[in-house]
């Protein structure tokens, strides 16, 4: 098996990974053997994992959650896959803004 985890730093910064032995990565983290940024933000806290049959199934939205903003990882933490359309960054870059209550405009 392999997974993608998200850690909660103790400045509240969220890390993302992918192992194929979450337990024991999220162990090396907690002594300080992790990356060097969870090192420096000790203690951390295991937020998140998914399972994948393939380690590069992990490795690939590793990747893809890395570049989404702190909203959209929250969102994926809390299991609100609903509203992923609204954290887009690809749909704002579009000019589309939300507006209070939901709805949406496009701009230019």
Request: glycine share 10%; aromatic share 10%.
């Amino acid at each position: 098996m392999a997974y993608l985890y998200i850690l909660e730093c103790a400045d509240g910064t969220l890390y993302v990974g992918s192992t194929i032995d979450v337990e024991r990565r999220f162990a090396q983290h907690q002594r300080g053997e992790g990356s060097a940024y969870t090192r420096r933000r000790l203690p951390v806290r295991l937020v998140y994992t998914r399972e994948f049959s393939r380690i590069g199934d992990a490795f690939a939205l590793e990747k893809q959650v890395q570049g989404w903003s702190r909203a959209k990882r929250l969102a994926l933490i809390e299991g609100r896959l609903d509203a992923f359309p609204s954290l887009s960054r690809k749909r704002r870059q579009r000019g589309i803004v939300e507006l209070r209550g939901g709805a949406t405009t496009e701009l230019g």
